[in-house]
């Protein structure tokens, strides 16, 4: 049964998403049968909206099960900040939907990449171990599926560090990571995993092709730009 939507929220994804994703293990490339289809957009609210007391919402859940889209101001400030769930919208192989308007975003989704990325996958990954560490001691064994996620961050975040462009499909470790989901690797083979993708990226920063701050004039000038044609 579909709850009622009396702010509108849904239709404003349903009439305005400019970019519609896949993201999660399908995109990841770590998709098993019981995987969910993980869905993230951007919706770019008409400028209009914006002259009353009550501002369209930054972000809103729904129509589809296990969606959730950004308006594209506040999906823009996530990604200038190099938000790791933000940026992967941008980069992932599975685009259901791209308008013309979502066709100029892409575009200019390098500006979106800084060095800033470093600080953020590192911070995400530190939170997850933090987690898990608390599994363990609370229960003895780790939420598996979370320490493979962690893993497959740190290994994106990494290819950003040293290469300048997201990976977001990690096809080529599938094995290896599936076999974490699994429990099979071992706590302590996790842990030097960890260490080792931790200390690469460290490593990759002094050379990385990764500018220090996002080009946030270009990011700017676009919203502007879409802004100014809504109205």
């Known amino acids: 049964m579909t709850k009622p939507d009396p702010s509108g929220a849904l239709d404003l994804v349903r009439e305005h998403t400019i970019l519609a994703v896949v993201v999660g293990s399908r995109a990841y490339g770590l998709a098993t049968d019981a995987s969910d289809v993980d869905r993230r957009g951007v919706y770019a609210a008409p400028a209009p909206l914006y002259w009353r007391f009550t501002k369209p919402p930054t972000h809103v859940d729904g129509p589809l099960p296990e969606q959730f889209s950004w308006e594209l101001e506040r999906f823009c400030g996530l990604a200038l900040d190099a938000n790791p769930t933000v940026l992967e919208c941008l980069w992932s192989p599975l685009v259901e939907r791209v308008t013309p308007v979502g066709e100029e975003l892409l575009a200019v989704r390098s500006a979106f990449l800084s060095r800033r990325a470093h600080r953020t996958f590192l911070g995400y990954s530190e939170a997850q171990f933090r987690k898990l560490e608390g599994d363990l001691r609370d229960g003895g064994v780790p939420r598996w599926k979370h320490a493979m996620h962690m893993l497959r961050l740190l290994e994106s975040g990494t290819h950003l560090v040293r290469h300048g462009e997201l990976r977001v499909d990690v096809g080529d470790l599938r094995e290896r990571l599936l076999a974490v989901r699994r429990g099979e690797v071992g706590w302590e083979e996790i842990g030097a995993w960890r ?15 990764l500018p220090p701050e996002p080009d946030r004039a270009a990011v700017e000038e676009l919203l502007v730009s879409v802004r100014r044609r809504s109205v």
């Open 195 to 209: 260490a080792a993708l931790t200390d690469s990226m460290e490593t990759a920063l002094d050379r990385s092709p």
